[in-house]
């Protein structure tokens, strides 16, 4: 660990890695409120634009499980520079989407590593610097809370900007891909500055490193599992599957509806973030069943609007939606920051934000399922699902780490294990 005095300089160090983070957010999510636009200018189906949005964690995946326990075994910046680099790569390949759909599908899939690196590494590498020896004086929770808004903001920033770029400015399939190049190229500059802890000693192949042990803890299977698809689960019924819904109601406007709903969504979980953190605790699990109880109340509240499609209707969806999501971001970030070891900590993100982005293909499947089944029925069942989630959350709520276990203990997993093994 590098030695280094407390300082301004020092405690702003995250700064630059969470405006990376910002950056691929953008680039990741200004996708969502273009999928009206490609059904209108590129002829394609609901379930072919679905599936570009789904194409995504194709690529997400595998970059948060891999970029993990890379940026553990060679350190942050260098996982971290390789992904905000092809970020922009991405955006340049989904710019040449007026050639045809493999383009875009292509581009979806390298946007999906790069988020994915720079979500599992950049939310690590904010933690750590949110804390001694860069910046002693934060608050605890601090980097989950700093990471999660960097993030939902560029999710939000990206959406918005793409949605109006395409709906009143020329080419609109290639000009909204043009700001997080640039964006990317200015913050590349910054990331090299950066400090970093001194990467541990890890000997082995690193095909190894892919196990995270840490995810079979039993907090982490009967909290955080139930929890984490209904993140992302949250925000692709908001403004993937509601603005589809909606489309014929909204006539030339459906692309602004879209961006929207969009905003709207991760607008209010930005709002949301501060009592996020107040819902955390180490006696319950009740920011997980304030995330998955606001989840279920918006997927009951899509499927009533299903009939009627008001488009006021699916504002206020989109409200009650963004705040499950923002809280199951939260607290599953706080969770893991608690159960994981300093070794472990980039790889079990990795696990917890791939789960969280399997519920990006929720609008995929119930698009496919769709043409037999209405969106109406769809959507209770989803609901039906979401409270089973909670069912299971709130019966093992109270098996939780005690606050003394917490005391200086870096063990963090074992002092769980034990913790557990009382419960």
Not at 177 to 188: G, N, Q, R
Not at 202 to 219: C, M, N, Q, S, Y
Request: charged share 10%; glycine share 12%.
């Amino acid at each position: 660990m590098p030695e280094i005095a407390p300082s301004r300089t020092a405690a702003s160090a995250w700064r630059p890695v969470a405006a990376a983070m910002f950056c691929c957010g953008w680039a990741g999510n200004q996708f969502t409120p273009l999928l009206v636009m490609y059904r209108r200018l590129g002829g394609y189906s609901p379930l072919t634009v679905d599936a570009m949005l789904g194409a995504y964690v194709l690529g997400l995946v595998p970059g948060l499980l891999v970029g993990g326990p890379a940026s553990d075994r060679y350190g942050r910046r260098p996982l971290m520079l390789a992904g905000t680099a092809l970020s922009a790569i991405a955006c340049a390949v989904l710019a040449a989407g007026p050639l045809g759909v493999g383009p875009i599908f292509l581009g979806r899939m390298l946007t999906g590593v790069a988020v994915g690196v720079a979500m599992a590494v950049g939310t690590s590498w904010v933690k750590e610097l949110s804390g001694a020896p860069f910046d002693p004086d934060a608050s605890p929770g601090a980097g989950a809370r700093r990471a999660s808004l960097a993030l939902t903001a560029g999710f939000g920033m990206g959406a918005g900007v793409a949605g109006l770029l395409a709906q009143w400015a020329p080419w609109p399939m290639v000009l909204p891909y043009l700001p997080p190049i640039v964006l990317s190229l200015a913050v590349l500059m910054l990331l090299p500055k950066v400090p970093q802890l001194s990467p541990g000693r890890i000997e082995g192949p690193l095909w190894r490193d892919l196990r995270v042990p840490a995810a079979g803890h039993r907090r982490f299977v009967k909290v955080v599992l139930p929890t984490a698809p209904w993140v992302f689960g949250a925000a692709g019924i908001a403004y993937a599957i509601t603005p589809q819904l909606e489309a014929d109601r909204m006539g030339t406007w459906q692309l602004v509806y879209a961006t929207a709903l969009t905003v709207l969504t991760l607008g209010t979980g930005v709002a949301v973030q501060p009592i996020a953190k107040r819902l955390d605790s180490l006696s319950t699990a009740r920011g997980a069943m304030a995330s998955l109880g606001l989840v279920g109340l918006g997927a009951l509240m899509a499927a009533l609007n299903a009939g009627p499609r008001s488009p006021w209707a699916g504002l206020a969806v989109a409200v009650v939606l963004g705040a499950g999501y923002s809280i199951g971001l939260v607290n599953g970030l706080l969770e893991i920051q608690r159960i994981a070891t300093g070794r472990d900590l980039a790889g079990l993100t990795g696990v917890f934000y791939a789960l969280a982005y399997t519920g990006f293909l929720l609008p995929a499947t119930l698009a496919l399922l769709s043409s037999t089944v209405s969106y109406t029925v769809l959507l209770l069942l989803v609901t039906a699902v979401v409270l089973a989630c909670l069912a299971v959350v709130a019966t093992n709520s109270r098996r939780h780490l005690p606050k003394a276990a917490f005391a200086g203990a870096p063990q963090g997993t074992r002092a769980m294990d034990r913790a557990d093994a009382q419960a």
